[in-house]
């Protein structure tokens, strides 16, 4: 199957992509239209369509496509903002709310494998957190405290699953793993099934916020009542860009000589922390390990992020070989937090929006689904103030929101005052791509493995910061709100909902 990035993904291996009943756009009036065809967006519409709306599903390539498709699928409680530091930004009650949350998400992932037989490779789990110094010992006690205080079923332990050393752990219960895109397709053929409709490469272009939401898109014009946005950020302009920051991920699955693969998931304490997890997938096991994260587009070298993680998992275990690699992205909201509900800035209330997941994703995707179904059946969820996207918190996330939105300014800037001079565009490697200056035009150039030139401009055409090549996933990336393109400037994820302009090298070096 297709997904966002050129690495193959242990996910995509020998899956195709799915295939939907319907391939044009209807004529009817939706209740509700759903954008985005993850996780949070199949979840949220079976749940919508069983409660008697009818759901239309659009996503811009194919299902699975962005994150799902790129995920280490950890299902955990046990979150990448601790509890303590929810605790002391939220208070006691809130961060109890927040346990209980990621208990009802992963509620909702094992009540749809046992209500609809789906085979996903889903085991329960345990998660362990170990600390590896002084500082993380320390760390580690209040994270303890205020996890147990949340309400969550932990211990101190002595052994953990892996071959690192480490001074202490810790162990909590009910967690869990499973293959993300066998999933997601059973809720989609669910979906299908229960009278939902799912339209595959149909991009959202345009809408409005009107008494019905009219949503402009590749195949045409539809109609619905509410519109939510489960597109990982939403696409246009809005606040939560600046509450947004992108950050991309690095994975990779290894098979083992000794047949020695772990138990269970596990993570350090490090900033950007490594995460473990083993999957059988087609009766072969594979190792897991996650890591070495920074923020989309702000790594030059970013094959070298994969070697790191490959001597990591070197270090540690007997790698017999490393069929898979690749990375994803997520964005890291500004106080710790997802933001689930209202869209800033819609007039009428019709467009609602699930962002900001951190590392969380398929955890923070069910507690999505769950609080804009009840959002859209007039139920009353008890998570709905929490994760508002219209929540103020002069103190949560304050310094990270002034860090995130000073390095976008900086990138900015950054790109109209520090781009490179080169003399000759024979200077780039097969492979490699850069944005230069030729002839005093500023051009996002890449040369495949053949020789042959690809330019485009490089203003990414979402909020005209400047893009940057990601050699690994071959692709030009957006450093400021992680706009995504391939090497002809197509979009690739959004927020962007445009291409980059392609420059006709031939036409240019002609004028000279």
């Known amino acids: 199957m297709q997904r966002d990035g050129a690495a193959i993904s242990l996910w995509q291996h020998n899956i195709p992509d799915y295939e939907t009943k319907h391939n044009t756009l209807p004529t009817a009036l939706f209740d509700v239209i759903i954008v985005g065809g993850g996780i949070t967006g199949i979840t949220t ?59 009802d998400a992963l509620a909702l992932i094992r009540s749809n494998i046992t209500t609809y037989n789906i085979d996903c490779g889903y085991q329960d789990q345990i998660a362990y957190l170990y600390s590896q110094n002084e500082q993380q010992d320390k760390e580690l006690d209040d994270i303890m405290q205020a996890t147990a205080n949340a309400g969550l079923v932990l211990s101190y332990v002595k052994e953990i699953p892996i071959p690192v050393p480490f001074t202490k752990a810790i162990r ?148 017999k070989a490393v069929p898979f690699k690749w990375s994803s992205q997520y964005y890291e909201p500004a106080d710790g937090l997802p933001y689930i509900g209202h869209m800033p800035g819609s007039p009428k209330g019709n467009i609602y929006v699930a962002t900001g997941f951190s590392g969380n994703g398929m955890t923070w995707s069910q507690v999505s689904a769950l609080v804009l179904h009840d959002l859209l059946t007039d139920v009353q969820s008890p998570y709905e103030d929490l994760f508002s996207p219209r929540r103020i918190k002069p103190v949560a996330g304050f310094t990270t929101f002034v860090k995130e939105n000073a390095d976008v300014a900086k990138e900015f800037v950054k790109g109209f005052f520090t781009r490179e001079k080169v003399e000759s565009l024979s200077d780039l490697a097969h492979g490699e791509g850069r944005v230069i200056t030729y002839e005093g035009e500023k051009i996002a150039l890449y040369k495949d493995e053949a020789g042959q030139l690809h330019a485009v401009n490089p203003v990414c055409v979402h909020m005209k910061c400047h893009v940057a090549w990601n050699i690994a996933e071959q692709s030009w990336d957006c450093p400021c709100h992680g706009a995504r393109y391939d090497c002809d400037g197509n979009v690739i994820t959004g927020p962007a909902s445009s291409n980059l302009k392609k420059i006709d090298i031939e036409e240019m070096v002609e004028k000279q």
């Open 172 to 319: 909590v219960e009910n967690q869990g793993k499973f293959h993300p895109i066998d999933y997601i397709f059973a809720l989609a053929k669910q979906f299908e099934e229960s009278g939902g409709t799912i339209l595959q490469h149909c991009r959202v272009t345009n809408w409005n916020d009107d008494e019905h939401v009219m949503v402009e898109t590749s195949l045409g014009k539809v109609e619905g009542r509410k519109l939510i946005f489960a597109t990982h950020i939403p696409p246009g302009i809005s606040l939560l860009h600046l509450r947004c920051a992108p950050y991309r991920s690095y994975a990779i699955a290894v098979e083992l000589n000794n047949d020695r693969y772990p138990d269970d998931l596990i993570y350090d304490m490090y900033n950007p922390y490594h995460y473990h997890r083993t999957q059988e997938v087609m009766e072969q096991k594979y190792l897991i390990v996650g890591g070495e994260d920074h923020k989309t587009a702000h790594e030059a070298n970013t094959d070298a992020c994969l070697l790191n993680l490959e001597a990591y998992v070197r270090k540690y275990y007997d790698v």
């Open 45 to 103: 519409a079976l749940l919508l369509q069983k409660s008697g709306k009818q759901c239309l599903l659009l996503e811009s390539n194919t299902l699975g496509f962005g994150t799902t498709g790129g995920t280490t699928a950890h299902l955990n409680t046990l979150i990448d903002t601790p509890y303590n530091t929810i605790a002391k930004d939220f208070g006691e009650k809130n961060a109890q709310l927040v346990a209980n949350a990621t208990k």
